[in-house]
T-cell receptor
Framework: GQQLNQSPQSMFIQEGEDVSMNCTSS?????WLWYKQDPGEGPVLLIALYKAGELTSNGRLTAQFGITRKDSFLNISASIPSDVGIYFC??????????????FGTGTRLTIIP | NAGVTQTPKFRILKIGQSMTLQCTQDMNHNYMYWYRQDPGMGLKLIYYSVGAGITDKGEVPNGYNVSRSTTEDFPLRLELAAPSQTSVYFC????????????FGAGTRLSVL
């Protein structure tokens, strides 16, 4: 099965630093989604992107839908301790017949060094 | 708001045992999904349902069965548990439509020994 290429796999940063992660795919998507997963919990949606080129912010988070529809990035500014967790990208493709497929990246584990 | 509720949170099975993972949602979503998450990996779709009485296979359906008799419930059945089914299982639900977003449960951690 297809998986998105998400990088980096892990990041170790100091509080206050900015963070950037991205996902690339060989296939196009109609929608890009970014989720955060805390330990022992399910993924929680952070940002949804619906159009190629779209740039969307949610507080300190900013994400963009690549113009080729094959990539997306997520930036976190001025990181804080509660940003720790695993971030997943997901690409959604909806066919002309209405069939939907959601493909997840392998995740970026964010750790904040005291 | 309860959202998507999964039970149990943890379970240990012996090889060959069977069990049902429960999932219920109170958001009147018509779509429901089951994923598994292996260590260091993203989520992989096992089965999904677009409405009561309708189910379809995802990417990794072998060894699992599902049913959807009501809008609210979407149980996942393991008939003959195998060590390869050791994983964390997530249930999700969403509305249909181009802007639907999947909401996830907290997961069931399953170990098959």
């Amino acid at each position: 099965g297809q998986q998105l290429n998400q990088s980096p796999q892990s990041m170790f940063i100091q509080e206050g630093e900015d963070v950037s992660m991205n996902c690339t795919s060989s296939s196009i998507f109609n929608t890009w989604l970014w989720y955060k997963q805390d330990p022992g919990e399910g993924p929680v949606l952070l940002i949804a992107l619906y159009k190629a080129g779209e740039l969307t912010s949610n507080g300190r988070l900013t994400a963009q839908f690549g113009i080729t529809r094959k990539d997306s990035f997520l930036n976190i500014s001025a990181s804080i301790p509660s940003d720790v967790g695993i971030y997943f990208c997901a690409g959604r493709y909806i066919s002309n017949f209405g069939n939907e497929k959601l493909t997840f990246g392998t995740g970026t584990r964010l750790t904040i060094i005291p | 708001n309860a959202g998507v509720t999964q039970t149990p949170k943890f379970r240990i099975l012996k090889i060959g045992q069977s069990m049902t993972l429960q999932c219920t949602q109170d958001m009147n979503h018509n779509y429901m999904y089951w994923y598994r998450q292996d260590p260091g990996m993203g989520l992989k779709l096992i089965y999904y349902s677009v409405g009561a009485g309708i189910t379809d296979k995802g990417e990794v359906p072998n060894g699992y069965n599902v049913s959807r008799s009501t809008t609210e419930d979407f149980p996942l059945r393991l008939e003959l548990a195998a060590p390869s089914q050791t994983s964390v299982y997530f249930c999700a639900s969403s509305y249909a439509g181009s802007k639907n977003i999947q909401y996830f449960g907290a997961g069931t951690r399953l170990s098959v020994l």
